[in-house]
């Protein structure tokens, strides 16, 4: 047989534990780096251990739908809810509800926290309603002329359509006597007369009796008394302008034109919703310099906005303006003066912030009922706190009996297993510090619980591997070789008993909500790490130190001593003794 090449490692042995070395600290050299260079040194804190803010949500029905509030409904706003905070990077918020009426929202201190609590209650219907009549701000008790080339507040943008065209340049707003309200309402929602009866001649009829007027519409008459009534000028009078109005009735408004200058809108039934919005985002135009919100309709939603524009564009101002109605306050209300469909967008005095919040809230989908906020309380860490330090405390003692145990079983063995452990708790901290500003990660006291359980984990992987040498010793096999053909098996009981652990935390962070999401998360990220430290640490480091004296000659303190682990003696060749030969007799 040919003699085994010089410098070749035994079979399925790893030659060159350096280079997974070397993978390893360049890795955790690299995570260590990106964590200082990020600025977020430290992981970031969930509800319970940093405080935050707790918000109670009352559900309320619209007048005569008071079985809207129902589980369906409130599972849904629970979603939408949580949907909205999260994309604010508000990581870790809890939304659940509490009985059959109530949310409760908990909200982690943080630097998005007051634009969370904003948006938490935020109905978001957004309504598209044709404007019948824009009047000043101030109520009219009286007919008066109209001021001549004034108008009652600066003018707002436009909204136009995603191929470019423009929905029309806002007029400024016209002023509007008592009388001119009352006409353009009467106009616009009474029913239309009956035409006179033709004669056989095609010329009308003469009866000798003038035709009566018909009488106003008492609900008519009542919402130009509202509107005429209505002090924009007053937040009251604002917020309870539109209140308890269906979307298929008519109503009034306040519209801000310019920072303190207001406009009130006497507004038809609505022609398209929040829901007909498919997409919503705040975006900065470059061409005009200024913050808009776009809005993609679904396909119906394109039809009916292609509907209502169709309609304006062939009315005078301003008739011929439509009403973008976002929580009962007109946002823009820009002239139309050709059809448009399928795309749109809000333009109005956005900053960055704000026109996020818009599309924010408009993407996520209105809340199917009002909600009227209970409370807002102020959630202190001392509870957590004094949790995480008793949490910490019960991890350092299970650590420590670990550790003991392993100096007083396997002695030098435990040596690789305490730094084994060092690594895996360094890339842990390193990832969680990460994954806070890139995934918003939050850290919670189960989340802490997954990582002292991982201990174990991590652990049971050393002794298997440890258990696997220690067993091809006492077949009698030198140190070297036995680290060797102990990793194969060694590999197959640790890649199976990590897959179920994680497949344990992949289902339970699938299937719950809230803070166990956390422990969840945790206890699968320090499985995956469980594998990269025991094949890229712990592997390499055993090989190396079974070359050296102390390991290799099995030394009483090394934890591999031949003699205690009763072993064979060595498996090698030996020769056979030759019977002496008689020189006599030969």
Not at 249 to 273: M, Q
Request: aromatic letters at 6%; hydrophobic letters at 40%; proline letters at 7%.
């Amino acid at each position: 047989m040919a003699a085994p090449k010089k410098g070749r490692g035994p079979a399925g042995g790893q030659s060159r534990p350096g280079r997974a070395l070397a993978i390893i600290l360049i890795a955790m050299v690299a995570l260590t780096g990106g964590m200082f260079w990020s600025g977020h040194t430290t992981p970031r804190l969930g509800i319970d251990l940093a405080g935050g803010t707790s918000i109670t949500l009352k559900a309320k029905a619209e007048p005569g739908q008071e079985s809207a509030v129902n589980e369906t409904n409130m599972n849904t706003a629970v979603g939408i809810i949580e949907r909205r905070v999260n994309g604010l990077g508000v990581s870790e918020a809890e939304v659940q509800t509490q009985g059959a009426e109530n949310i409760i929202v908990n909200i982690p201190r943080g630097t998005n926290e007051k634009q969370a609590r904003e948006q938490v209650g935020t109905t978001a219907q957004l309504y598209f309603r044709p404007v019948l009549a824009v009047a000043p701000a101030a109520p009219q008790t009286a007919p008066s002329a109209t001021p001549s080339g004034k108008p009652s507040g600066s003018p707002k943008p436009t909204a136009s359509a995603s191929s470019g065209a423009t929905a029309g340049e806002k007029s400024p707003t016209p002023t509007a006597t008592a009388s001119t309200q009352g006409r353009a309402l009467t106009e616009a929602l009474k029913a239309p007369s009956p035409t006179p009866t033709a004669s056989s001649s095609g010329k009308p009829k003469a009866t000798g009796t003038p035709q009566a007027t018909p009488k106003p519409d008492p609900a008519t008459a009542a919402l130009e008394q509202k509107f005429t009534a209505l002090n924009c000028l007053d937040p009251k009078a604002r917020a309870a302008a539109g209140q308890g109005v269906k979307s298929s009735e008519p109503t009034v408004a306040c519209g801000e034109d310019a920072p303190g200058v207001w406009s009130k809108y006497l507004l038809g039934p609505a022609e398209v919703s929040g829901k007909d919005v498919d997409d919503a985002k705040g975006v900065f135009d470059q061409r005009r310099g200024m913050w808009i919100v776009t809005m993609d309709f679904t396909d119906s939603g394109s039809k009916k906005f292609q509907s209502i524009t169709s309609k304006l564009s062939q009315q005078a101002d301003p008739q011929n303006r439509f009403a973008i109605v976002l929580d009962g306050d007109v946002v823009s209300a820009p002239s139309v003066r050709q059809t448009l469909s399928a795309s749109a967008e809000i333009s109005g005095s956005f900053n960055q912030q704000t026109a996020q919040d818009l599309g924010n809230i408009l993407s996520y989908g209105a809340l199917p009922l009002t909600f009227q906020t209970q409370s807002v309380d102020t959630v202190t860490a001392a509870l957590g706190g004094d949790q995480l330090q008793a949490g910490l405390l019960a991890g350092a003692i299970g650590l420590a009996l670990v550790i003991i145990y392993l100096v007083a079983y396997y002695r030098g063995l435990s040596l690789i297993a305490i730094l084994s452990l060092g690594v895996s708790a360094l890339l842990t901290y390193v990832l969680m510090a990460l994954l806070g500003p890139a995934i918003g990660f939050a850290l919670n006291l189960p989340a802490v619980c997954g990582a002292i359980v991982a201990i174990g984990i991590t652990a049971d992987s050393f002794i298997v591997y440890f258990e696997r040498i220690r067993d091809e010793l006492r077949e009698g096999r030198t140190l070297r070789p036995a680290v060797e053909r102990a990793w194969p098996r060694a590999r197959r009981t640790i890649l199976v008993s990590d897959f179920v652990s994680f497949l344990a935390a992949a289902v339970l962070f699938i299937v719950t909500v809230g803070k166990v999401k956390g422990f969840a998360f945790t206890l699968g990220l320090t499985t995956l790490l469980d594998i990269v430290v025991v094949f890229l640490f712990t592997k390499p480091v055993m090989t190396l130190l079974a070359r050296t004296e102390f390991f290799g000659s099995g030394h009483a303190w090394s934890g591999l001593d031949p003699k205690r682990l009763g072993a064979k003696p060595p498996l090698r060749r030996t020769r056979r003794p030759h019977a002496p030969v008689d020189t006599k007799e030969a």
